[in-house]
């Protein structure tokens, strides 16, 4: 009798069923996998978060205030490449504060480097390279010697200005590399208001600086930062715990994404002083979270948000509680101005915010936000009037100061 001739192989059948079967198993795994490192990254995100705010902190504890925003030199000559144009951000004012001090000696001194090059936007053609105290790639001379605290944040040729550190990036975000120069993702809320607040307290008008915006200030500068204007803990009356110190923004990536390039020259009033959802109808109908082309869209490549850390400029460090986490960026007048500054991320439903004691916590993008029409201005009557509760719900009073919301009972 002959034996059974026995197969160690698999059949085509068999090596089929398997592959199939693996197949659906990595594709089970992949969105775990994905959502892991996701999880770390908001992780890391909350992590760098925290440490920006403790540098507040302890600027605060060292000088009784917190960091200006909108702050440095000038001069009535108004100079960006002898100047910084009192436009400096609070995160320059902190970087002591969170392991740049080595970054902060360069810029609270002299410093040699290439020539200036441009004295209003960043050069979209430049690439930079990464040796933080270095020249420009292809450029070696050091033949320009800029002033103490440096010239204005978007003069290319100052190499600090261009730096990207890493505590002011969200692992999420994926935005690298020109046009931009050194990318911030967080940014100081400035309450819920928007009148005058792209130039705060001091301003240059007539061929000089003058603290003319004083009285616009005490109407609208309603968060805990204002523009060129001092401010500390003890303002804030509302209670840190309950008040929103600090906002997440996501970078702008030069794809019309309606959260990181403002629709611009959309008028104040009638404008977004009127409605902070004036420009809710120039989104693509076919993909909501962009815009459509149109001749609103700002047309320098240089200006999207998070562009320049070193910069006080609403566009690139500044945040407002008018509309929700990840809606639209309205302007009135250009992208130098401000409009509807609204947090953003790329967190899936929300974003981080660091409140005034420190805390970090996460804003869904469904929080409770008012009315949604007007804003509070100087001359506003009745519920827009000066000194008013915010008229932007939950969501407002979380970002103005000293206004008596009763935060703590409804956060």
Same mark, same amino acid.
């Given at each position: 009798?002959?034996?059974?001739? !026995?197969?160690?192989?698999?059949?085509?059948? $068999?090596?089929?069923?398997?592959?199939?079967? #693996?197949?659906?198993?990595?594709?089970?795994?992949?969105?775990?996998?994905?959502? =892991?490192? $996701?999880?770390?990254?908001?992780?890391?995100?909350?992590?760098?978060?925290?440490?920006?705010?403790?540098?507040?902190?302890?600027? !605060?504890?060292?000088?009784?205030?917190?960091?200006?925003?909108?702050?440095?030199?000038? +001069?009535?000559?108004?100079?960006?490449?002898?100047?910084?144009?009192?436009?400096?951000?609070?995160?320059?004012?902190?970087?002591?504060?969170?392991?740049?001090?080595?970054?902060?000696?360069?810029?609270?001194?002299?410093?040699? %480097? *290439?020539?200036?090059?441009?004295?209003?936007? =960043?050069? @979209?053609?430049?690439?930079?390279?990464?040796?933080?105290?270095?020249?420009? /790639?292809?450029?070696?001379?050091?033949?320009?010697?800029?002033?103490?605290?440096?010239?204005?944040?978007?003069?290319?040729?100052?190499?600090?200005?261009?730096?990207? #550190?890493?505590?002011?990036?969200? *692992?999420?975000?994926?935005?690298?590399?020109? *046009?931009?120069? &050194?990318?911030?993702?967080?940014?100081?809320?400035? &309450?819920?208001?928007?009148?005058?607040?792209?130039?705060?307290?001091?301003?240059?008008?007539?061929?000089?600086?003058? *603290?003319?915006? $004083?009285?616009?200030?005490?109407?609208?500068?309603?968060?805990?930062?204002?523009?060129?204007?001092?401010?500390?803990? %003890? /303002?804030?009356?509302?209670?840190?715990?309950?008040?929103?110190?600090?906002?997440?923004?996501?970078?702008?990536?030069?794809?019309?994404?309606?959260?990181?390039?403002?629709?611009?020259n959309n008028g104040?009033? @009638? &404008?977004?002083? /009127?409605?902070?959802?004036?420009?809710?109808?120039?989104?693509d109908p076919n993909?909501?979270?962009?815009?459509?082309?149109? @001749?609103?869209?700002?047309?320098s490549s240089a200006?999207?948000?998070?562009?320049?850390?070193?910069?006080?400029?609403?566009?690139?460090?500044?945040?407002?509680?008018?509309?929700?986490?990840?809606?639209?960026?309205?302007?009135?007048?250009?992208?130098?101005?401000?409009?509807?500054?609204?947090? +953003?991320?790329?967190?899936?439903?929300?974003? !981080?915010?660091?409140?005034?004691?420190?805390?970090?916590?996460?804003?869904?993008?469904?929080? $409770?936000? %008012?009315?949604?029409?007007?804003?509070?201005?100087? !001359?506003?009557?009745?519920?827009?009037?000066?000194?008013?509760?915010?008229?932007?719900?939950?969501? &407002?009073?979380?970002?103005?100061? /000293?206004?008596?919301?009763?935060?703590?009972?409804?956060?």
């Amino acid at each position: 009798m002959q034996r059974p001739h !026995h197969h160690n192989g698999f059949t085509l059948l $068999e090596l089929l069923v398997v592959m199939g079967i #693996i197949g659906i198993l990595v594709a089970m795994l992949l969105p775990a996998v994905q959502a =892991a490192r $996701e999880a770390a990254r908001r992780m890391s995100c909350s992590n760098n978060f925290k440490q920006i705010a403790l540098g507040v902190a302890q600027y !605060h504890d060292a000088f009784g205030n917190l960091p200006l925003h909108g702050t440095g030199t000038f +001069s009535n000559a108004n100079d960006p490449t002898n100047t910084n144009q009192f436009r400096l951000s609070f995160l320059v004012s902190i970087t002591p504060f969170v392991g740049q001090s080595t970054l902060w000696e360069a810029i609270s001194d002299e410093y040699a %480097g *290439p020539p200036p090059r441009t004295s209003n936007a =960043a050069d @979209p053609d430049v690439t930079y390279g990464m040796d933080p105290y270095g020249s420009l /790639d292809g450029d070696d001379g050091l033949t320009h010697l800029y002033p103490s605290m440096g010239p204005a944040p978007s003069e290319v040729s100052y190499t600090p200005w261009r730096i990207d #550190i890493s505590t002011y990036r969200c *692992p999420s975000d994926p935005g690298a590399g020109s *046009p931009a120069m &050194g990318r911030t993702n967080y940014a100081a809320c400035l &309450g819920d208001a928007i009148e005058g607040l792209d130039a705060g307290s001091w301003r240059y008008e007539a061929s000089q600086w003058t *603290p003319s915006g $004083e009285t616009l200030m005490r109407a609208t500068g309603r968060g805990m930062f204002v523009p060129r204007m001092v401010t500390s803990y %003890g /303002d804030v009356t509302d209670g840190l715990s309950s008040t929103i110190m600090l906002g997440e923004i996501a970078t702008d990536l030069s794809d019309l994404d309606k959260r990181t390039a403002p629709s611009t020259n959309n008028g104040w009033s @009638p &404008g977004v002083l /009127d409605d902070v959802e004036f420009c809710r109808s120039q989104a693509d109908p076919n993909r909501p979270m962009f815009w459509l082309r149109s @001749p609103k869209l700002e047309n320098s490549s240089a200006q999207g948000r998070g562009f320049r850390w070193a910069d006080s400029q609403s566009l690139m460090t500044g945040c407002n509680t008018t509309l929700p986490p990840n809606r639209e960026l309205c302007f009135g007048g250009d992208a130098a101005t401000i409009g509807t500054l609204t947090f +953003s991320s790329w967190h899936q439903g929300g974003c !981080h915010v660091a409140m005034g004691d420190g805390a970090i916590k996460f804003i869904t993008d469904s929080i $409770e936000c %008012g009315n949604q029409e007007g804003t509070i201005t100087k !001359h506003g009557q009745d519920e827009l009037a000066p000194g008013s509760p915010s008229p932007f719900g939950l969501w &407002g009073a979380l970002g103005t100061r /000293d206004q008596g919301e009763l935060n703590g009972e409804l956060f």
